[in-house]
């Protein structure tokens, strides 16, 4: 089998022609029918005396069949009459029994279509309004039990210094005291000693008397009668010391509250949390819509694109200075830009030139994307920070991600944030920041509270804004509204098969490869609708250009090959 016959059989369809022995892309739709059509089955539809006056729309367009119902009194008809005047539901042969005679009648099945557009778009408010904006809401309360925890504990933190500081000044007053205590002590027993010493002095002087009267007593003859007499000197007088008495100190618990402080909630009415009124949001997405319409234009894109039937290669070359293609980004010039897992970061020109060549932290994700403006950002895992190349091969760091490790980017098609999945130890989450490098949001758990990432290796946006992240723990494509809300997650319909690169397209696509070399094509809601190509040669990094070029790059060699798969 040839190159070019082995990829045509390799594409399938995902909504194939009503019209039998047809196989082609069936992107009209037959209301009267009920039935997808090809292009060239339309145009024989319209020729057809039969059914040339049937009305064919685009499928997206198609009106919902009315579910089959049979009537209760003709069981070989089925209910399909709506009877205006009895308000029931009736077959063909119950319209003309007597009763429902004069009577006018609509068609049953114009009616579920109408109804089933009502609550579609009710259901579509759920969606686009009330589900995100009440995720909105949550993530919010989020934040305030965060803002609460950050405040509690400053508050703790000012307490215990409040304490600390009342702890060191009381240490500091008893220690002051004890060491007049000490003071007073020394000095009242340095008066008792001046007191001792002076009956100590007074005792030695009776001692003398003594033995003076001893003397005189001792005297046999008249002299004694011719003495003096002795006079004794009166006993000194000494004071009792006053002794201190020790006043405590009179606190209550109140006292010491006051010192302290206090924790107080104001007294004031809590401000109502602000939710976004519908008809804003529906402002945010005609904005978007618009911004998505001009992208369109600007890429020539026309409202008949859809799927070829089969897939043409376009062009191949080998890339100089790496080792194997594992991620693949194209600037708004036609370059490439393509890495390896060894940190080489080359950009090549159209003919597969090398214009230059850069040394990262690398691996294998899709760690670089390029932006609206022509500049390319790539991730640097070591030192956890982004960096922008602008065209004149400056560069810039751009955002730091704190503690948080960033493995892939994504530049956004529709307003330019940029999309990063990051980890730390075993957490994971994807973080949006606009444009300008600022966070706006962080994507981390389901709605029922588990964590969503495991290893976010490769990023997308798709063209409503949901979040494709190709997870290498999860093995599954993981999918995320634009506010965050879990969507769906794809995984591959083989056992134990990893998946890697992805992109998306201008019709919503989202296409990924897994590690058995193959590309697998989902619709934007996560339905699996065919493998649009295999290799031999391995498949890890994908993207489209805004020519909807699909670049497909080997793991096991230099090869960058280009396809066509839009028509």
Request: proline share 3%; net charge neutral.
């Amino acid at each position: 089998m040839s190159e070019a016959s082995h990829e045509q059989s390799a594409m399938q369809h995902y909504l194939v022609c009503g019209t039998e022995d047809c196989q082609k892309n069936g992107q009209f739709y037959c209301n009267a029918c009920h039935r997808p059509l090809c292009e060239h089955c339309r145009d024989e539809h319209v020729k057809n005396p039969d059914t040339k006056f049937h009305e064919i729309v685009l499928y997206r367009h198609r009106k919902q069949q009315l579910p089959v119902e049979k009537c209760k009194l003709h069981p070989t008809r089925n209910v399909d009459i709506f009877c205006k005047e009895c308000k029931i539901p009736l077959c063909s042969k119950c319209s003309t029994m007597e009763e429902h005679q004069g009577h006018t009648f609509d068609d049953l099945e114009d009616i579920y279509a109408e109804k089933y557009a009502v609550q579609q778009a009710e259901f579509s408010k759920i969606q686009k309004y009330f589900l995100p904006t009440t995720q909105g809401l949550k993530i919010d309360i989020e934040e305030d039990a965060t803002q609460v925890r950050k405040i509690m504990e400053s508050i703790r933190t000012s307490m215990k210094a409040a304490a600390k500081s009342l702890k060191n000044l009381v240490d500091e007053v008893t220690s002051e005291n004890l060491e007049h205590t000490h003071k007073m002590e020394k000095s009242l027993l340095e008066m008792l000693k001046s007191q001792e010493t002076i009956y100590d002095d007074y005792i030695a002087y009776l001692g003398k008397m003594s033995d003076e009267f001893q003397q005189f007593l001792s005297l046999t003859n008249q002299n004694l009668l011719f003495l003096e007499t002795l006079n004794i000197k009166t006993i000194p007088e000494t004071n009792i010391p006053i002794l201190p008495v020790f006043t405590g100190g009179k606190f209550s618990k109140e006292d010491l509250s006051k010192l302290l402080g206090r924790v107080n909630v104001p007294n004031t009415e809590p401000e109502k949390r602000k939710i976004q009124p519908m008809d804003a949001v529906t402002t945010h997405m005609k904005s978007t819509e618009k911004q998505l319409k001009q992208s369109k234009e600007k890429s020539d894109m026309k409202q008949t694109l859809s799927l070829s039937s089969f897939v043409t290669k376009v062009m191949e070359y080998t890339v100089p200075g790496i080792d194997m293609v594992y991620h693949v980004s194209a600037d708004k010039s036609g370059r490439l830009w393509v890495s390896d897992n060894e940190g080489n970061l080359v950009q090549t020109d159209l003919q597969g030139n090398q214009v230059q060549k850069i040394k990262t932290s690398g691996g294998n994700q899709g760690y670089h994307t390029a932006t609206q403006d022509g500049d390319l950002i790539y991730t640097n895992k070591g030192k956890k920070v982004i960096y922008r190349i602008t065209p004149d091969k400056k560069i810039t760091e751009f955002i730091k991600t704190g503690v948080w490790t960033p493995l892939s980017v994504h530049s956004s098609r529709i307003n330019g944030d940029i999309l990063v999945g990051m980890i730390i130890g075993k957490k994971a989450k994807v973080t949006r920041y606009s444009k300008a490098g600022k966070e706006i949001h962080n994507i981390k758990k389901n709605n029922q509270g588990q964590g969503l990432y495991g290893y976010p290796r490769y990023i997308t946006e798709n063209i409503n804004g949901d979040i494709c992240t190709s997870d290498g723990i999860k093995e599954a494509v993981v999918v995320v509204n634009k506010s965050g809300r879990h969507r769906f997650s794809y995984t591959s319909q083989r056992s134990r098969v990893r998946l890697w690169g992805i992109c998306t397209d201008v019709l919503g696509h989202i296409l990924v490869c897994d590690d058995i070399e193959s590309v697998h094509l989902l619709d934007q809601d996560g339905g699996f609708l065919s493998v649009i190509l295999s290799s031999q040669q391995g498949i890890i990094g994908l993207c489209v250009d805004d020519e909807n070029n699909l670049y497909v790059g080997q793991a096991l060699t230099t090869t960058v090959t280009v396809y066509k798969y839009l028509q």
